[in-house]
């Protein structure tokens, strides 16, 4: 079993920055592929970003390409999700994910279903 937990939300002004971590209890998912989801109100979850393995290449959703990075710590079992030039539509509920099934190009990690572990959530808002 895969316990995570995010933390990092707030409310903060439009054009700052935010981490978010999450910290995974259980087995490393150093090998595992790893995302961050989001959900805004009357909208469906969206997937952020995701890293496939320690080392991999980092996938981001066009919305926040360029203005995001996501992280691995192996050490601390941990991810983090760093957004920048935030925007209002950037507010929502968000979620980190992961699973303990190795990725293969033939998966669609952009979606919520691929992944077997979830969050609680924190929310950010971002006011104009």
């Known amino acids: 079993q895969v316990r995570l937990e995010e933390s990092g939300g707030g409310l903060v002004q439009a054009g700052d920055s935010l981490r978010l971590s999450c910290a995974a209890g259980?087995?490393?998912?150093?090998?595992?592929?790893v995302a961050w989801f989001r959900q805004a109100p009357g909208k469906e979850r969206e997937f952020v970003a995701a890293l496939n393995w320690v080392g991999g290449r980092p996938y981001y959703a066009e919305s926040v390409s360029g203005r995001s990075a996501i992280f691995r710590d192996i050490h601390k079992n941990a991810q983090s999700l760093q957004m920048n030039s935030l925007k209002p539509e950037d507010t929502a509920v968000y979620y980190c994910?992961?699973?303990?099934?190795?990725?293969?190009?033939?998966?669609?990690?952009?979606?919520?279903?691929?992944?077997?572990?979830w969050g609680q959530g924190t929310q950010v808002t971002v006011s104009s």
């Open positions: 259980g087995p490393s998912l150093a090998d595992y592929p």
């Open positions: 994910a992961a699973t303990l099934r190795i990725y293969r190009r033939s998966e669609n990690y952009t979606s919520s279903s691929y992944y077997d572990y």
